[in-house]
């Protein structure tokens, strides 16, 4: 059916409806963030694991010419993985205050086109099939606000940037510590296999 032509009912449901997948959206997506944050406390105390197993053998291992290199390599990186850690804590922070921050936006904005259909939403509304994924993308980017609140619109804009921008940082610290890991796994492995000659 073409966007125009929806009844009042309709229209009402495909706003709330939005509203709807756009939160459960962003509940799937903090699950996701906490479940990282979980993964990466596991790897603080797994690189720890890793540096006491190495302290505690470090004379016994013998045969290794590079000894002091990866032994420094194995500090660097433990204190390399709490920084991480806690930047990833606050930045998270940061990330979930301005998404309750777009979600409440996103609430007042959902309130005001089920007010007053006639004025705030039927004017934006296009003369192509209804295609659900676009309505949503429109109502998510603010583009069915009217056009005489510029403010409000570059506001959403502003607060839509924010999000996706902490969520860019939160994946490449994510990316950056399990790197350090897996390097770090490594070097543990080498340091073991040498314990005793090796």
């Not at 799937?28 to 053998?57: M, P, R």
């Not at 994946?171 to 073991?192: D, G, R, S």
């Amino acid at each position: 059916m073409i966007e125009k032509e929806l009844s009042d009912i309709d229209l009402k449901l495909l706003v709330e409806s939005a509203f709807q997948k756009l939160e459960k959206t962003e509940e799937i997506d903090s699950k996701i963030s906490t479940e990282k944050s979980n993964t990466l406390n596991w790897i603080l105390a797994l690189t720890t694991l890793f540096v006491g197993i190495c302290i505690q053998n470090y004379k016994s291992i013998t045969t290794l010419c590079l000894k002091e290199e990866l032994f420094l390599a194995e500090k660097i990186i433990f204190a390399f993985s709490v920084i991480m850690l806690i930047a990833y804590k606050i930045v998270n922070t940061n990330y979930e205050k301005q998404k309750k921050s777009f979600l409440a936006n996103l609430h007042t904005h959902k309130l005001e086109l089920l007010f007053d259909l006639k004025t705030k939403l039927k004017p934006k509304l296009t003369n192509e099939q209804t295609f659900i994924p676009s309505f949503i993308n429109r109502f998510r980017n603010g583009e069915l606000i009217p056009d005489y609140d510029k403010e409000r619109k570059e506001a959403f804009k502003t607060i839509d940037r924010k999000v996706s921008n902490f969520g860019k940082l939160l994946k490449i610290i994510y990316a950056v510590t399990l790197t350090a890991f897996i390097i770090n796994l490594t070097i543990t492995i080498m340091l073991i296999m040498n314990i005793n000659g090796g």
